[in-house]
């Protein structure tokens, strides 16, 4: 049985309006993420740290209070043993040591814009005009995390440093010793990371 004319028009009137409502409501949610986002864009602008920085471990540095660590590598944990020649030794202090030794008492520029997930800024270094991440890897002390792959597999075929012997990848080990799952620097990490940065309330 038909509806009358008149109670038809009146449901599509109805029905229209609550349409219109709907689409007010999300134009509003969108308008406000919109201006959330906005009003918390400066957390992403790159920032720069320079000095004489206190080298921590393999891959991060202090520059006072300022926690930073290298992006795109990763260097054994500072309590990480390797192998070489049938014995352990103390790969991860010399992986330090070898960014000490690198650094050498230069002043070094470092740029980032993401933080990770213990809020130190991960940052690509320069002293003078060595690029210090690219070269950690080259040197075989630290590893490919989502850069530097050509640098890490020139440093495997040559037996630089880590490549000398066997060790486990420093993600791989921390996760076998309880630590924290990190992701690489790179792909859905990094839109993790700006997520969080972005989001995160202060």
């Known amino acids: 049985m038909r509806l009358p004319r008149a109670r038809r028009r009146a449901a599509g009137r109805g029905a229209s309006s609550w349409r219109r409502l709907m689409d007010i409501g999300l134009a509003a949610v969108i308008l406000g993420l919109l201006l959330l986002l906005s009003a918390r864009l400066d957390r992403i602008a790159?920032?720069?740290i320079a000095g004489v920085p206190w080298v921590s471990d393999g891959d991060s540095l202090?520059?006072?209070?300022?926690?930073?660590?290298?992006m795109g590598v990763d260097a054994p944990e500072l309590e990480q043993r390797c192998r070489r020649q049938d014995a352990e030794y103390a790969c991860g202090r010399l992986a330090r040591d070898a960014l000490a030794r690198l650094i050498g008492g230069r002043a070094v520029v470092c740029t980032g814009r993401q933080r990770d997930m213990y809020s130190r800024l991960l940052v690509s270094c320069?002293?003078?005009e060595e690029d210090i991440n690219r070269k950690m890897v080259a040197l075989g002390w630290a590893v490919s995390y989502g850069d530097f792959t050509?640098?890490?597999q020139a440093a495997r075929r040559s037996g630089a440093g880590l490549?000398?012997?066997?060790?486990?990848r420093p993600r791989e080990w921390r996760l076998m010793h309880g630590a924290a799952a990190e992701s690489e620097h790179a792909g859905l990490a990094q839109i993790v990371n700006w997520l969080r940065q972005v989001f995160r309330f202060r």
């Open 126 to 128: 320069r002293a003078g």
């Open 46 to 48: 790159t920032e720069s």
């Open 62 to 70: 202090a520059f006072g209070e300022e926690r930073v660590r290298l």
């Open 150 to 152: 050509m640098e890490e």
């Open 163 to 168: 490549w000398a012997g066997s060790f486990d």
